[in-house]
């Protein structure tokens, strides 16, 4: 099922350009492309969606998932990051997976 809602959500034939302009740049603007893929992605059901929490401003983040609910808390998840540019690429690899099924290397 997972690769339907992949077929569903990412279909441009460019799409290893934007991977590509993300993990180089995933904090900040972004090509219009690239912005229609993660509006794509920041589109899925709220259950179960990767975020981040800020532990320490600037200096230390920890993986989350959103319970769908409204009002209903975060669950945290042990890891951290100690760069935002780290953490948002490892999210972008999690929800493409979650959408395509194809696991991206680090």
């Known amino acids: 099922m ?3 809602l992949g077929e569903k959500f990412i279909s441009s034939s460019n799409d ?5 302009e993300f993990k180089r740049n ?6 219009p492309e690239l912005q229609r893929l ?12 990767f975020c981040l929490l ?9 993986l989350a998932k ?7 808390p975060v669950q945290k998840l042990p890891k951290t990051f100690s760069s935002q ?15 395509t099924g194809e696991t991206l290397k680090p």
Do not use: C
């Open 16 to 20: 290893r350009e934007l991977i590509a």
């Open 2 to 4: 997972e690769k339907n």
């Open 85 to 99: 540019s780290d953490a948002e690429w490892y999210i972008f690899r999690k929800r493409w997976k979650s959408l």
């Open 54 to 62: 800020v532990i320490k401003p600037n200096r230390l983040w920890q």
């Open 38 to 49: 993660l509006n794509q992605f920041r589109g899925i059901p709220m259950k179960d969606k």
């Open 66 to 72: 959103t319970s769908g609910v409204a009002g209903k």
């Open 26 to 31: 995933p904090i900040g603007h972004h090509s």
